[in-house]
């Protein structure tokens, strides 16, 4: 994970705003398995520290992580994905879809809600309402 953050974020500064797709498309093809997870992981930092410049790309960053990890078939991966993106929908007053989005995800788990990732994504849900 951490070679995989280094990259991000020298990719990221090497590449600019164009640095989201680039490694979209090469973790695609590149990393299949176990690092395709680090991968939604490194998005979701990507997508914290463009979103904090004020740019678009972090949320393509977050939709991608949310599409690998459904690809995956990553449940956890795709919960926070999913938190994450539907907690920028809300910032933007866009509660109704950020619900839409979320509420899926989390009532497929089941079980395991002490966990941090569940707890975070029943008070998103809960504020959204």
Request: hydrophobic share 45%; charged share 25%; proline share 2%.
């Amino acid at each position: 994970m951490v070679t995989t953050s280094l990259a991000v974020s020298s990719s990221t500064k090497l590449l600019g705003k164009s640095g989201v797709g680039f490694l979209s498309v090469s973790w695609r093809r590149s990393f299949p398995g176990f690092a395709t997870r680090c991968a939604i992981g490194s998005l979701r930092l990507l997508w914290r520290k463009v979103l904090r410049r004020g740019g678009f790309e972090g949320q393509i960053a977050l939709e991608e992580a949310l599409r690998v990890a459904r690809q995956q078939h990553a449940r956890a991966y795709e919960l926070r994905a999913a938190t994450s993106l539907a907690k920028l929908r809300g910032e933007q007053r866009r509660r109704a879809e950020a619900q839409d989005l979320l509420a899926p995800v989390y009532a497929w788990f089941t079980e395991g809600f002490d966990t941090a990732d569940l707890k975070e994504g029943k008070a998103l849900l809960d504020g959204l309402c």
